[in-house]
């Protein structure tokens, strides 16, 4: 099975813990397109470091690159259908209850293409480093923030999303486009998808 380079770290980071037999419930966040393969691969590399998965939550959130899918989610919806699946859970942990649910997705795994597009600064930056401190892949240079490792940043926009200044962001013609792409695809409303 091929692991993303993309999430590479995030694998390489679980597969260095110890899960020994301990109960884990996975999750991941999608906005509101698709969460492809994350799901089986989180649940393959978690029991390759021991964990015991008894149940996974694919949640829907505000897309990261393009915001307008799936604003203001979750919503209260989503919230009381997570209350719910939380609940769920709980019995199954105190019914001591250890199946494995079926959690969908291919072996091998699709490869994320990623969309490309990598935020750099404007010129309100004032260089205070909170993007590079932040990210979660180490792509932006802490010494030059202007400076970011594109083989490394795979568009989670949290750079973009945590900048006190509004100072980073995309090329405004590639984020047209990729909306325009996006949009027979995420128009419509997605829900969580829970397995238990």
């Known amino acids: 099975m091929k692991i993303d380079i993309y999430l590479q770290p995030l694998w390489e980071t679980l597969a260095a ?17 698709a969460y ?3 799901l089986v691969e989180l649940a393959d590399t978690a029991e390759k470091a021991g964990f015991h ?3 996974a939550v694919a949640a829907i959130a505000e897309h990261s690159v393009v915001r307008r899918f799936a604003a203001g989610r979750p919503d209260a919806a989503d919230r009381a259908r997570l209350d719910e699946f939380a609940k769920a859970i709980y019995q199954k942990l ?3 209850d250890r199946t494995r649910p079926y959690i969908p997705g291919n072996r091998p795994y699709k490869r994320f293409g990623g969309s490309g ?4 600064p404007n010129d309100d930056c004032v260089r205070c480093g909170l ?3 932040q990210c979660p892949v ?10 970011v490792n594109s083989s490394l940043c795979f568009a989670c926009m949290r750079c973009v999303s945590l900048c006190p200044k509004k100072a980073r962001g995309v090329d405004p013609a590639r984020l047209a486009a990729l909306a325009a792409h996006l949009e027979p695809l995420c128009s419509g409303r997605k829900e969580c998808e829970l397995f238990i």
């Not at 813990?17 to 397109?33: P, S, T």
């Open 17 to 33: 813990v110890c899960g020994c037999g301990a109960r884990a419930v996975l999750m991941c966040v999608y906005g509101n397109r």
């Open 36 to 38: 492809e393969d994350t």
């Open 53 to 55: 998965v008894i149940a």
């Open 94 to 96: 105190q019914s001591n």
């Open 117 to 120: 597009m990598v935020p750099l």
């Open 131 to 133: 993007c590079a401190k």
């Open 138 to 147: 180490g792509a932006i240079d802490k010494s030059d923030v202007s400076v």
